[in-house]
């Protein structure tokens, strides 16, 4: 049977609590990419209701799905969420692999919690993307930058990239993506986030 439809039918008609809880055990425990493409556009979807009909709706999805994740890692889950996130950015799938970077840039931007062992890595990772010919990679990594680069927690990721030499790597980008304007909008928007680094300053 489909997780994904199982996880639908017993949250059915409940809070955002009860989504968060049962979609977050799906992509933590469920390895097959049809199943965690699925649940990652469900909750892709759940992120992204449009502000005319109830912007604080998807902010509060996102505070129950890190909430729920916080829970299970101390409950000696198998993975935690970050790691679950990190885990599928390394999928053969491309829509896999954007739609787990763009959720793992939300998480990164909006937790209170710093969390550098699923940070750096996930940045190195979008830093490589970056590096790439391959303009959709290029657009997811300005996407998930583009929210990681504004978050304000004690750990500065915004430093930690661009000691990445993540200025240079998104000039470069920028270069061979230009024709894209979703992509140079982004691009030139986490240039401008990077130079709110200390480093950049020095």
């Known amino acids: 049977e ?30 097959q990419e049809a199943h965690v493409r699925k649940a990652l556009l469900f909750v892709n979807d759940a992120l992204h209701i449009p502000a005319n009909v109830d912007e604080s709706k998807s902010t509060f999805f996102l505070n129950a799905l ?16 970050g790691d679950m996130l990190k885990r599928h950015t ?9 739609l787990a970077s763009g959720l793992l840039g939300l998480i990164l931007r909006f937790d209170k919690i710093p969390r550098e062992v699923v940070a750096e890595p996930f940045l190195r ?21 583009s929210n990681v680069l504004r978050c304000e ?11 990445m030499q993540g200025y240079d790597v998104l000039l470069k980008a920028l270069s061979k993506a230009y024709h894209a304007t979703q992509a140079t909008y982004n691009l030139l928007f986490c240039i401008w986030l990077l ?4 480093m950049f300053v020095r």
């Open 66 to 81: 890190m909430d729920c994740e916080k829970a299970m890692a101390s409950d000696d889950e198998r993975d935690t969420y």
């Open 2 to 31: 489909d997780p994904v439809d199982i996880a639908l039918e017993i949250t059915s008609d409940r809070s955002c609590e009860t989504y968060a809880w049962a979609f977050n055990k799906v992509l933590v425990k469920v390895n």
């Open 195 to 198: 130079s709110y680094s200390k």
């Open 90 to 98: 390394n999928s053969q799938d491309l829509i896999v692999v954007e």
């Open 153 to 163: 927690a004690p750990l500065q990721y915004k430093d930690i990239f661009f000691q």
């Open 125 to 145: 990772k979008m830093n490589e993307f970056l590096r790439s010919s391959d303009v959709s990679k290029i657009e997811i990594a300005g996407l998930a930058l």
